[in-house]
């Protein structure tokens, strides 16, 4: 008889650890350039609904499949669905999906934390260059960071669901929380922020198109790890006693929220640097806005308030991106850990075999 399956320990530490897998680079980035693109107020408008009325319900009933059969992802469908049923397959593509996503979440991830330790150890100037960015990702020291981070990211991993991802969550989500809303706050007090917040709040109907919805249905999808496995992996460790509808209403407004407070970072930041900012011509990369753009806006900062606030200002926002992707990586990478584990019925702390 196999032993239970490991649980997260309060409904706190699920929700943290779902926003977690949720908030990522594309919320703290991607979004606010999506959303000024696309109509600011207007934009965020069709996020909020497509959230509400399309994603609440698939977020649910992912979390409610994992519960349910107390399985990952393939042995969910597996257990759910006939032998020959096609729906079978979505299981293994919950598999090879995160296993491909992971992949570039953990180059990305290695970038952003060899530009915190940079950043870190007062080379901001550096990172601004123009050159450092393609020096960088050809040099040796990524090698190192990726051994870091890997070392860290197994280490959550192999520490199980309670002390290692829900604990890792519980430390990390509200650090992050406290950052960007610090951030924001600082930014805010700075002259022009007001034009930033004009185009990301404001709303402009005349943008809205059919790219602009698709966009924002994507975002909604993607920024909540909908059809991912995630959900379903992290649902098999919620008590059957907790509600799935009030979690998933939780950690729907804990995502949310991040990726509208980062709308009140990234925009005013740029527009305080140079108030003739061309919203359409900002990069619609996260990578590109991260490790080109953003070194150049944060040492722009400068003359306001010295390089060493201004270091100190990019090491916070770094050391925040840091950790909105390793919580994401972390998520993402459980999933085949999750069915590797559960298929081949390996004994480790991970899900509590016995």
Same mark, same amino acid.
């Given at each position: 008889?196999?032993?239970?399956?490991?649980?997260?320990?309060?409904?706190?530490?699920? +929700?943290?650890?779902? %926003?977690?897998?949720?908030?990522?680079?594309?919320?703290?980035?991607?979004?606010?350039? #999506? %959303?000024?693109?696309?109509?600011?107020?207007?934009?965020?408008?069709?996020?909020?609904?497509? !959230?509400?009325?399309?994603?609440? $319900?698939?977020?649910?009933? &992912? *979390?409610?499949?994992?519960?349910?059969?107390?399985?990952? $992802?393939?042995?969910?469908?597996?257990?759910?669905?006939?032998?020959?049923? $096609?729906?079978?397959?979505?299981?293994?593509?919950?598999?090879?999906?995160?296993?491909?996503? #992971?992949?570039?979440?953990?180059? +990305?991830?290695?970038?952003?934390?060899?530009?915190?330790? &940079?950043? /870190?150890?007062?080379?901001?100037? &550096?990172?601004?260059?123009?050159?450092?960015?393609?020096?960088?990702?050809?040099?040796?020291?990524?090698?190192?960071?990726?051994?870091? +981070?890997?070392?860290?990211?197994?280490?959550?991993?192999?520490?199980?669901?309670?002390?290692?991802?829900?604990?890792?969550?519980?430390?990390?989500?509200?650090?992050?929380?406290?950052?960007?809303?610090?951030?924001?706050? =600082?930014?805010?007090?700075?002259?022009?922020?007001? !034009?930033?917040?004009?185009?990301?709040?404001?709303?402009?109907?005349?943008?809205?198109?059919?790219?602009?919805?698709?966009?924002?249905?994507?975002?909604?999808?993607?920024?909540?790890?909908?059809?991912?496995?995630?959900?379903?992996?992290?649902?098999?460790?919620?008590?059957?006693?907790?509600?799935?509808?009030?979690? /998933?209403?939780?950690?729907? !407004? #804990?995502?949310?929220?991040? %990726?509208?407070?980062?709308?009140?970072?990234?925009?005013?930041? !740029?527009?305080?640097?140079?108030?003739?900012?061309?919203?359409?011509?900002?990069?619609?990369?996260?990578?590109?806005?991260?490790?080109?753009?953003?070194?150049?806006?944060?040492?722009? *900062?400068? $003359?306001?308030?010295?390089?060493?606030?201004?270091?100190?200002?990019? =090491?916070?926002?770094?050391?925040?991106?840091?950790?909105?992707?390793?919580?994401?990586?972390?998520?993402?990478?459980?999933?085949?850990?999750?069915?590797?584990?559960?298929?081949?019925?390996?004994?480790?702390?991970?899900?509590? =075999?016995?």
């Amino acid at each position: 008889m196999a032993a239970s399956r490991e649980q997260f320990g309060s409904r706190l530490g699920f +929700v943290l650890a779902a %926003a977690g897998s949720a908030v990522g680079i594309g919320s703290l980035v991607g979004f606010p350039v #999506a %959303a000024t693109k696309g109509g600011g107020g207007a934009f965020l408008l069709l996020y909020v609904l497509f !959230i509400i009325f399309v994603c609440l $319900p698939v977020m649910m009933a &992912e *979390l409610s499949l994992g519960r349910r059969t107390q399985k990952d $992802p393939i042995g969910a469908y597996t257990k759910e669905t006939e032998s020959r049923s $096609p729906w079978r397959i979505l299981g293994m593509l919950t598999f090879i999906t995160p296993l491909m996503i #992971a992949v570039f979440y953990m180059v +990305v991830t290695v970038w952003i934390f060899g530009y915190f330790v &940079e950043i /870190a150890q007062g080379n901001l100037s &550096e990172l601004a260059k123009p050159d450092t960015f393609d020096n960088f990702v050809n040099s040796n020291q990524v090698f190192i960071y990726l051994f870091v +981070v890997g070392a860290f990211v197994n280490l959550i991993l192999v520490s199980g669901v309670k002390k290692g991802i829900e604990r890792a969550a519980k430390i990390m989500m509200p650090l992050l929380f406290v950052m960007l809303i610090g951030l924001v706050v =600082f930014v805010l007090t700075l002259d022009n922020a007001e !034009i930033g917040l004009r185009y990301y709040l404001v709303p402009d109907f005349s943008k809205i198109n059919t790219a602009v919805v698709n966009s924002a249905l994507s975002q909604a999808f993607f920024s909540l790890s909908l059809g991912m496995g995630i959900l379903i992996t992290y649902g098999s460790y919620v008590n059957k006693s907790e509600s799935i509808s009030s979690s /998933a209403k939780f950690v729907a !407004i #804990a995502d949310t929220t991040v %990726a509208f407070f980062a709308g009140l970072l990234i925009l005013p930041a !740029i527009f305080v640097i140079n108030p003739n900012t061309d919203p359409a011509q900002l990069s619609d990369s996260s990578v590109g806005m991260i490790f080109t753009y953003l070194p150049k806006l944060f040492l722009a *900062l400068q $003359p306001l308030i010295g390089y060493i606030g201004a270091s100190v200002v990019a =090491f916070i926002f770094f050391l925040l991106v840091f950790f909105a992707a390793i919580t994401s990586l972390v998520s993402i990478v459980e999933v085949p850990t999750s069915s590797l584990i559960d298929t081949l019925k390996l004994k480790q702390n991970l899900h509590c =075999f016995n």
